[in-house]
């Protein structure tokens, strides 16, 4: 005879941590719904969803349409109320899941069942079954009824009365309960598909969002993908200013690039940006859904990319944005900007004394309305100074204008046109909606600095700013603007202003426009990294929690010294990760050094040659010969060992450079992602009497474990030497911004010779000799400035200093494994 079964789902409305939620909207219905739709897929006899007495009345529509009965019981007594349904429903069987997981994996739930059943028909009875490892929140529970009624009325532990499934497991004693592993299908117990509290349920949001196009419920393998999707693990939020006075342009750049990234949009309750509910729904026209706007950020469970377009960020906001999965600012103009990952000017920025990671005036939106031809006829005039004119500027610059153009038409924006309804000669009107496209009819705009003096720009307008501080004043002077000083307004002023060359401003910025939303996608997708050799727990738990200090940005990347080992690291890049495939060796290595790997092995071997007779010279008389090159490529140094008579042992990520090591040279190697790799069972030697990396040290993004290895597999008084770019060599101290834009995408750390000691030690090294190398005259500014010729006196002068200096652009540092670590 078949058994039979009921699935009984959970749910209550009173939840503490996020109330209703099982009503909240996912998609076009409730959570609930989504819970019954999947739950329907598993086969029984009998669908219900438990609930308590005062949600009943809430539910049973929801129930109902989804073909589930409503049974209503004890609200704290969960294990009761289940006893008092099961009781009414001929089963034997009951497959239990809650009402908080929107994404259950119904064929995990069906296999699991007809496990269950198959165990109870065969020689492994159990009670309770369930599968482990399935994403939280897309599992259920198998139980027999009659062994729930039982264990009841044999437990009277709170514990267990508030819950359904510790009646039974919590007392292996007296009832056989199986916890499965999953089938590979269902296994991903990194995965958290559950709503417990306001972040699952942005997450839930999104993986929605991501399969919108699929049919419901959802299958496994879409909820897992919608789980390992961009959107899911890398969620956009957009924190604009919404504050009364800032204006209304950053709420409009971040809602248009929310259109376009379908991020969330941060919009709290208590703003005060007078225009936010009718913007919001001006992009509602264009595509901006309700899920969107949230009024409330999620945690560290549902780690968003913060992009504030925020005017200035409060040291707190700094503080705990910065320990979201990234931070990436537009004109940011606080103090704070160090915590930023990623700085992205498009106005100039307001404070000009920092620099950006890129500026780029490409990403204002340019008016699509622009004048037809260039009058320099003044004939209608716009007065515009931004949200409230906390200066009051507008009256004043108006009259000015009166003065000074008559005959000309006057308008003026101003917030409350009442105010102003005595003076005559002034058409003052109210903020304009979608001012961008309008800005074209006015052949004169007078505005702050801001949004609407470079759209006046790009329309063809004549602009004059109206500085509202010092700092304005030069930022209007440094992008060529025609300007008022800071104070007050006069018509002789004003006079001034309109006779400048500059009223027409020569736009320096590239015409093309660029679209903000999708660079910030790309930007979203970057990867924000830490300290090498510390790791993320030196900055989490330093005793001031100041991030550590910014050495460099530029447009692909940002670079930090650490605060605890001083070693200069890349803290975000928005690059592509590099592949060590064959054509790093041939095509990339050509791209950058302009000739072939094979081309250059003969000198490259030559080079090994020379350090490989320092290392013997350092090395004390161990009278071992096993020397380990660690990124050994296709073997020169391998090669240059054997020639000086050491025993070489080579490892490298890249198959194809084995392949050539082991075939072609005949040395011991092994392909291996350093470190992690077991010389014991690959060479048969655990340590080395020498180890070297060439050109490899800064290509490690976990720098603690390859050290940590690195000294393991070095003898007690052996050498442990390493080549690498130079953070303190002519090109970084000459041009630093420059160094390190041109620093490869994949050197995740530079190395600043006067400070490896110091992180070396930590590894029980003690540097011994530094060679400065990769001399360049031609590199020092004063050769640029004075053409000196290679091979002139001058030339040989600059070489000798550099070599005294040590300001080659590559060193190599030589240390020795000491006794006791
Ligand atoms: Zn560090």
């Known amino acids: 005879m078949k058994t039979k079964r009921a699935v009984i789902v959970q749910c209550r409305l009173s939840s503490s941590r996020l109330p209703g939620k099982a009503l909240k909207m996912l998609g076009d219905k409730p959570v609930l719904a989504w819970v019954l739709t999947s739950m329907k897929k598993v086969k029984a ?155 699952d349920y942005l997450r839930a949001i999104s993986i929605v969002n991501y399969l919108k196009n699929c049919k419901e419920p959802y299958t496994t393998e879409q909820i897992i993908s919608a789980c390992n999707s961009d959107a899911v693990n890398n969620p956009v939020v957009f924190v604009p200013s919404v504050v009364k006075g800032q204006g209304t342009g950053h709420l409009h750049r971040c809602l248009s690039a929310a259109v376009e990234t379908k991020g969330f949009v941060y919009i709290p309750d208590d703003c005060t940006l007078v225009e936010t509910a009718s913007i919001l729904d001006e992009y509602k026209e264009k595509g901006l859904e309700n899920w969107q706007i949230i009024n409330a950020l999620p945690d560290q469970t549902f780690n968003p990319v913060i992009i504030t377009d925020n005017f200035k960020l409060s040291p707190e906001q700094a503080q705990s944005f910065s320990k979201c999965k990234k931070l990436i600012c537009l004109d940011e103009g606080s103090d704070f900007s160090e915590y930023s990952d990623y700085l992205l000017d498009i106005i100039p920025s307001y404070d000009i004394d920092r620099l950006p990671n890129l500026f780029d005036t490409s990403y204002i939106s340019k008016p699509v309305n622009e004048k037809a031809e260039r009058t320099h006829n003044i004939e209608k005039v716009l007065v515009c100074i931004g949200g409230e004119d906390p200066a009051s500027l507008t009256l004043p610059a108006a009259q000015a204008l009166v003065k000074n153009l008559p005959g000309a038409k006057v308008t003026a924006i101003v917030s409350d046109v009442e105010k102003y309804r005595n003076i005559l000669n002034i058409n003052f009107i109210p903020p304009v909606e979608n001012l961008r496209e309008k800005i074209f009819e006015y052949d004169l705009v007078v505005s702050h600095y801001g949004l609407t003096a470079f759209e006046a720009a790009f329309a063809g307008c004549a602009v004059i700013m109206v500085a509202t501080t010092k700092l304005h004043e ?16 006069d018509s002789l002023k004003m006079q001034k202003a309109l006779e400048s060359p500059l009223l027409y401003p020569q ?40 991030p550590d200090l910014v050495i460099s940005r530029n447009a692909g990347r940002t670079y930090r010294r650490c605060r605890n080992c001083g070693i200069v690291y890349m803290s975000f890049t928005a690059e592509e990760e590099m592949q060590y495939k064959k054509s790093y060796f041939f095509e990339d290595y050509k791209k950058q050094y302009g000739k072939t790997y094979e081309e250059d092995f003969n000198s490259i071997k030559a080079q090994c040659t020379r350090r490989l007779e320092i290392i013997n010279a350092l090395q004390d008389d161990l009278g071992g010969k096993n020397y380990l090159d660690i990124g050994c490529a296709y073997g020169p140094s391998l090669a240059a060992a054997s020639e000086l008579g050491l025993n070489p042992f080579g490892t490298d990520i890249s198959e194809e450079a084995i392949h050539y090591v082991k075939t072609k040279l005949r040395y011991p190697s092994a392909c291996s992602a350093f470190p992690q790799i077991d010389c014991q069972k690959e060479f048969g030697i655990s340590q080395f009497d020498s180890v070297s990396m ?25 050498i442990f030497a390493f080549a690498t770019p130079s953070g303190e060599g002519i090109s970084a101290k000459s041009n630093l911004d420059h160094f390190y834009t041109i620093s490869p995408i994949d050197h995740f750390s530079i190395w600043e010779p006067s400070k490896a000691q110091k992180i070396l030690k930590k590894y029980g090294f003690e540097v011994i000799k530094i060679v400065s190398t990769g001399h360049h005259p031609e590199r020092f500014p004063i050769c640029q400035k004075e053409n000196i010729q290679k091979g002139s006196i001058k030339w040989n002068l600059i070489d000798k200093y550099s070599h005294l200096m040590q300001l080659g652009d590559t060193v190599e540092i030589y240390c020795r494994k000491k006794a006791d670590k």
């Open 694 to 718: 060439w050109y490899v040290i800064e290509h490690f993004k976990d720098l603690d474990s390859v050290l940590s290895k690195i000294s393991e597999i070095t003898k007690e008084g052996g």
């Open 507 to 546: 736009m320096k910025m590239s015409i093309k426009q660029k679209s903000l939303g999708s660079y910030i996608q790309k930007l979203a997708l970057g990867k924000k990294l830490y300290c090498p050799v510390c790791g993320q727990k030196s900055e989490e738990s330093g005793k001031n929690a100041k």
């Open 45 to 199: 006899d009998k669908y219900y969803v438990a609930t308590d007495h005062e949600s009943y009345e809430t539910l049973k529509p929801i129930c109902k349409q989804n073909g589930f009965d409503c049974f209503a019981g004890d609200l704290d007594d969960v294990l009761k109320r289940f006893c008092d349904l099961i009781k009414t429903l001929k089963v034997e069987t009951i497959i239990r899941a809650t009402a908080d997981n929107p994404f259950l994996f119904y064929e995990a739930a069906q296999a699991s069942v007809e496990e269950f059943e198959a165990r109870n028909k065969g020689r492994h009875p159990c009670d309770y079954l369930t599968y482990t490892g399935l994403p939280h929140g897309s599992g259920v529970e198998i139980f027999s009824a009659q062994s729930l009624l039982d264990a009841a009325t044999q437990t009277d532990n709170p514990y267990d009365h508030e819950h359904v499934g510790p009646a039974l497991y919590n007392h292996k004693d007296k009832f056989k309960c199986e916890f499965i592993k999953a089938p590979v299908r269902f296994n991903y117990p990194e995965l958290r598909t559950t709503i417990d509290t306001y972040s």
């Open 474 to 489: 030069r930022l209007a002077q440094k992008y060529d603007f025609a300007f008022i000083p800071h104070g007050k307004i």
